[in-house]
């Protein structure tokens, strides 16, 4: 599997400059770090939440946890939390689930982004499969995909 199409046509179809990688399969955020050899700080990770049918995309640095309830304050959600694979496995019809990209806004979903992203000027991603990423500027990312944004993650401890 590729990039996914819907994700490749948007980023081509705005002109934005990027760089494709290609990496060993990797399952968690920490692994596709590892597998590019960058730090946490500069692989955004994308996590799936949930409120009663309400679903929306945090992206946080991959070293970082989301706090669920000062997403959920900044959000007017009280009842946020993590969504199961199932609930949310049929938003991604072009992507390998557990590797969708931040651009929620391709998905019909919210994008909340992190404060602390926007300290990396390059970010990188999962590009809709377990082995390929996609690194690009965040300001370009930001303008896409114009993201509420907050800051509502931790590192991990």
């Not at 391709?106 to 992203?117: I, K, N, R, T």
């Amino acid at each position: 599997m590729s990039i996914a199409k819907s994700l490749k046509e948007y980023l081509d179809g705005h002109g934005i400059q990027y760089q494709s990688c290609t990496h060993s399969p990797a399952y968690t955020a920490q692994g596709v770090a590892h597998a590019q050899h960058i730090s946490g700080r500069e692989l955004a990770k994308v996590v799936v939440l949930a409120a009663g049918n309400r679903k929306l995309m945090a992206v946080v640095p991959a070293n970082n946890r989301v706090n669920l309830e000062e997403l959920g304050r900044l959000a007017g959600v009280p009842d946020l939390r993590l969504a199961g694979e199932t609930e949310f496995k049929d938003l991604f019809p072009d992507c390998e689930l557990g590797a969708m990209p931040p651009f929620g806004n391709l998905y019909g979903l919210e994008v909340w982004a992190d404060e602390a992203l926007k300290c990396a000027p390059v970010i990188t991603f999962n590009a809709g499969t377990h082995t390929e990423t996609i690194r690009m500027s965040y300001a370009d990312f930001e303008r896409l995909v114009q993201p509420k944004t907050g800051s509502f993650s931790a590192p991990r401890h």
